[in-house]
């Protein structure tokens, strides 16, 4: 039983998606973020960034347990782990490692940031929002040219679509028309219909 610590938010999704995918069994403990519990010093233990999500599988590498955070690192893990969702290895095993970072380090938090200045920040501060919203959909538009022609990211389905999709499902917040993107929507659409990508989407 992997324990699985997670809120509600893209990050946290991705690997709740994952662990339905491979229909691995789980337990979820809710880290309210709005409450600082992920300062909380055993939380902290097993993430030191405290950030959610984070991992702790008993049934680690060579039968002992093993605690990850950090949402790229933990869905690599898990693809290792079941040999699912990730070539293991070439040309395409890199592949899909340079969309998931890719996620990592635009398309998630760059789109936290629309996030925030759209949605949550007290005061409205247009310059940010400008920036960060144009931003949101530069990378939008890099998705759709990646997804023409392609039924999944990177042409079978794999970690890379676990990742970018949490956030992508946020497309209001980030000041996107969805519309204006066909192959990220036609795209949304078949993930939304797998039925572990749903269950995944409702954890915690």
């Known amino acids: 039983m992997i324990d699985l610590y997670t809120w509600g938010t893209p990050n ?19 880290i309210d973020i709005l409450a600082n519990a992920q300062f909380d ?10 950030k959610i999500p984070a991992i702790v599988d008993p049934d680690g590498p060579n039968g002992e347990s093993i605690s990850l955070f950090e949402s790229g690192a933990i869905l690599i893990y898990l693809a290792d782990k079941t040999g699912e969702f990730l ?15 890719w996620q990592m380090g635009g398309f998630g938090p760059f789109l936290g940031q629309a996030h925030h200045f759209n949605k ?25 040219s990646q997804l023409t022609g392609k039924r999944f990211v990177c042409n079978d389905l794999t970690i890379a679509d676990f990742a970018i999709y ?39």
């Open 166 to 204: 949490p956030w992508a499902a946020r497309y209001e917040w980030q000041g996107v028309d969805k519309e204006a993107y066909p192959a990220v929507n036609a795209w949304m659409d078949e993930m939304a219909d797998l039925a572990f990508v749903d269950r995944g989407m409702q954890v915690p």
């Open 120 to 144: 949550f920040a007290p005061e409205k501060v247009p310059y940010a929002i400008k920036r960060y919203t144009d931003e949101a959909k530069r990378l939008w538009k890099v998705l759709d």
């Open 87 to 101: 070539p293991m290895e070439g040309p395409e095993r890199y592949e899909v490692f340079q969309w998931l970072m």
């Open 12 to 30: 946290g999704k991705k690997i709740s998606i994952m662990l339905e995918a491979c229909r691995l069994h789980y337990s979820v403990h809710p």
């Open 41 to 50: 010093p055993n939380f902290l233990a097993i993430s030191p960034n405290n």
